[in-house]
């Protein structure tokens, strides 16, 4: 589940925490309950600041590295269909950015 997400991605929970952004510092968990610990995105990674988020109901907004960032969609659209995971997080990124 966690294969699309890497340390370093800006990400939300906005069930609970609304439109705060949060930066991914590592993960844990299982196969059963993935979970990845964050910290408020520009503000210092203090045990004040870190939450666990459930990856499974994470959304990924942005990336430090986009290697397919410049990519058109349709060509972006056949690398995902093939089963490229980078296409894949660059397809959820530009979805959850509108």
């Given at each position: 589940?966690?294969?699309?997400?890497?340390?370093?991605?800006?990400?939300?929970?906005?069930?609970?925490?609304?439109?705060?952004?949060?930066?991914?510092?590592?993960?844990?968990?299982?196969?059963?309950?993935?979970?990845?610990?964050?910290?408020?995105?520009?503000?210092?990674?203090?045990?004040?600041?870190?939450c666990?988020?459930?990856i499974?109901?994470?959304?990924?907004?942005?990336?430090?590295?986009?290697?397919?960032?410049?990519?058109?969609?349709?060509?972006?659209?056949?690398?995902?269909?093939?089963?490229?995971?980078?296409?894949?997080?660059?397809?959820?990124?530009?979805?959850?950015?509108?």
């Amino acid at each position: 589940m966690n294969s699309y997400f890497k340390k370093g991605d800006v990400v939300k929970l906005p069930e609970v925490w609304g439109d705060i952004l949060f930066e991914i510092e590592s993960f844990h968990g299982n196969n059963y309950l993935p979970l990845a610990t964050v910290h408020f995105l520009n503000r210092p990674a203090c045990n004040r600041n870190r939450c666990n988020f459930d990856i499974r109901f994470t959304v990924l907004i942005n990336s430090s590295k986009r290697p397919l960032k410049n990519l058109d969609k349709k060509l972006l659209a056949k690398l995902y269909v093939k089963g490229n995971i980078e296409a894949k997080r660059e397809f959820l990124i530009r979805k959850n950015n509108r």
